[in-house]
């Protein structure tokens, strides 16, 4: 059926909404606190039919999902998987987030279609910075949000710990070897026991595997393999790896480490990058189970000898310590929505950094649950151009999962912005022309929606285009979006006020998922993986709109490198601006015609990707000149947050 006679059918009447909507509406956190949550339990067993065992309470109001649920529920039809992405965006936001909550009430709490959400876990870099959290807005809410906003259940903290011991274990490995001959390290690696005997710790036989060395007894090792086995030898100038942390801190980009006294000398520069941009955060989210992210998290590359081969986080012993450390962050993390659906949180990479989804088990997890009638809907970050792009040809590639839809969310004001609008920035009035009506140049701005419709459409996957509407959007200014999604090759294109009214103002977008579910999908990826490293980069430039690709020195000899070790074979994860499909975010609308210049690539090799970084795109984002925790305080006498959004 073409998507103007879809268009054309009468919209039914909006329900009531279940929630006791105020107007104007209230901030987030003064909604998200008028809301009891029903105890974790009730959404586990009732909404889910999770078994007692399956989970494990964080309290009354979460839990964390085991995954042996899936053991039990293998051979259970798969309900329909639906991914929400965005137009390119404001820095405000366009309520990607808030949407893909309010289209799941609405499919569970008005259409009584089994349903699920699938998000990440915010970081609180942006909680305390520019964006705010990830929980939604106004009436479509995952609570608690001060919890899912702040430590949650503490996977972040987790990956925290776990790539800072790894980037503690590099340094120390190497500052250990620089004063001890061959013989000495491997003595103090293999210490004997009371009795005289040496044996290799269970991750040491990886390292021997890896070095051909079929030899289980240390008192059998040649002294050319003790060599081998004991001296990693790593170039400093080639390690990738840096330390983390959870917050914006711009002068933690560029540090030098090792220069306290007892160090010998042994300084470096290296850096901090955000937690979410690490790659364990990343194996975290594509890892099938735990024996899958015990094996990815073992064979990160964190630079290479001084002969050019790859060294790992198994060769420096680390890799089951890692997993230790993450063995409870593995499970997805479930909460609910402010109308009592369910909502799995996992992960959390940036889109514009990583690869920016939420984790696969989640996605496994969920569509299990919700059985052949239900619907997963999972939430890819940023634009499309970034966040679904990632979710098709990373995520899709390694879960084996296939989309059955996918939603992009427009608003009339970044279409204004794509069209010539002045710029929007955080924190200041909107100017005049976001206001007041504008069609021509909403019209102009269309051109942004067109390409990411288009380019998602190539995917062979239906698209439904969410218009999120705001109280100043006009019926003209919308309808002039409806028509150019539909125009570009949209499915439908529905408008939406779930901020405002919930579920309820998102049952005309979740009746159009439904339907376009019931279509059948051609799903196909954007490019082949036997494509070389540089083939691939150029085709996700070309549906930027690039002409041509530029590479740095710099970029050249790692693509190099990454070629002859044996990674080209790999997924592409371009590091690029969000708010513009070039590398220039002042770049809006759907620039064409220019060259794409790729400063570096890096490779996570556990996670399963090459990441090039696309002009200045920043690994450690900054805090603004008036950051969002001004905002933020707690009342004394009754422990209440307040401030968030």
């Avoid at 003064?30 to 949550?37: R, Y």
């Avoid at 004063?179 to 293999?190: H, V």
């Avoid at 306290?260 to 520069?269: A, D, F, N, T």
């Amino acid at each position: 059926m073409p998507a103007t006679a879809i268009a054309a059918k009468p919209a039914a009447a909006a329900p009531k909404p279940l929630l006791d909507i105020a107007t104007p509406t209230p901030p987030d956190i003064v909604i998200a606190q008028s809301i009891k949550p029903k105890h974790i339990s009730q959404i586990a067993e009732a909404k889910l039919g999770l078994q007692p065992e399956e989970y494990e309470m964080h309290g009354p109001t979460k839990a964390k999902v085991r995954l042996s649920v899936l053991d039990r529920l293998k051979g259970t039809p798969s309900g329909k998987y639906v991914v929400v992405a965005g137009i390119s965006p404001t820095p405000l936001g366009e309520g990607k987030s808030t949407t893909t909550v309010g289209l799941c009430q609405s499919l569970g709490a008005y259409l009584d279609r089994p349903v699920l959400t699938c998000i990440r876990q915010p970081s609180q870099g942006p909680t305390f910075g520019i964006k705010g959290g990830a929980a939604g807005g106004g009436y479509s809410q995952v609570i608690p949000m001060e919890e899912m906003n702040l430590h949650l259940t503490g996977d972040i903290h987790a990956i925290t710990a776990a790539n800072n011991l790894l980037a503690a274990a590099i340094d120390a490995r190497m500052f250990h070897e620089a004063a001890q001959t061959d013989e000495a390290l491997f003595r103090r690696l293999c210490p004997a026991d009371k009795h005289g005997k040496r044996a290799f710790a269970p991750v040491m036989l990886r390292r021997l595997e890896k070095l051909g060395i079929a030899k289980t007894d240390p008192s059998e090792l040649t002294p050319t393999e003790v060599s081998a086995f004991a001296r990693l030898d790593l170039d400093p100038q080639s390690i990738t790896w840096r330390r983390v942390m959870d917050v914006n801190d711009r002068f933690l980009r560029g540090i030098t480490v090792g220069q306290g006294s007892e160090e010998r000398g042994q300084e470096r520069s290296t850096g901090f990058d955000i937690a979410v941009a690490s790659e364990i955060m990343a194996v975290l989210a594509l890892a099938s189970d735990l024996s899958d992210m015990r094996e990815r998290l073992g064979r990160m590359v964190v630079g290479n000898d001084k002969r050019g081969n790859p060294v790992t986080a198994d060769d420096l012993g680390v890799g089951g310590a890692l997993t230790v450390l993450m063995k409870d962050a593995i499970m997805p993390t479930l909460l609910q929505t402010l109308e009592g659906t369910p909502v799995l949180v996992h992960a959390g990479p940036f889109a514009n950094i990583a690869h920016g989804n939420s984790s696969i088990v989640a996605d496994q997890i969920g569509l299990k649950l919700v059985g052949k009638d239900g619907y997963v809907v999972t939430e890819a970050g940023f634009g499309s151009d970034i966040g679904m792009e990632k979710f098709m040809n990373i995520k899709c590639r390694a879960s084996g999962l296939r989309p059955d839809a996918a939603v992009i969310v427009a608003t009339v004001r970044a279409l204004k912005m794509h069209g010539g609008g002045a710029p929007v920035v955080a924190g200041t009035p909107l100017p005049h022309e976001y206001l007041t009506e504008d069609v021509e140049l909403v019209t102009k701005g269309c051109c942004n929606l067109a390409r990411h419709v288009k380019n998602a459409v190539a995917y062979g996957v239906p698209v439904v285009v969410a218009i999120n509407a705001f109280a100043s959007d006009t019926e003209a200014e919308l309808a002039a979006v409806k028509a150019a999604a539909l125009e570009a090759g949209a499915f439908d294109a529905v408008v939406t006020r779930h901020h405002s009214l919930g579920g309820a103002g998102a049952v005309d977008l979740s009746r159009a998922v439904v339907a376009a579910c019931e279509r059948p999908s051609k799903f196909k990826f954007l490019y082949d993986l036997d494509l070389s490293i540089k083939e691939k980069i150029e085709a996700i430039a070309r549906s930027y709109g690039a002409e041509g690709v530029s590479y740095s020195p710099e970029a050249e000899a790692q693509i190099a490198k990454y070629t002859r070790m044996g990674f080209d074979g790999l997924p592409i994860c371009m590091a690029k601006t969000q708010y513009s499909f070039s590398h220039d975010a002042k770049l809006k609308g759907a620039p064409s015609g220019f060259v794409l210049p790729i400063r570096d690539v890096r490779a996570s090799v556990g996670a399963g990707f090459i990441y090039p970084l696309v002009g200045s795109m920043m690994t450690m984002p900054g805090l603004p000149t008036r950051p969002g925790y001004y905002d933020i305080d707690i009342d004394p006498k009754s422990g209440r947050v307040m401030g968030l959004s």
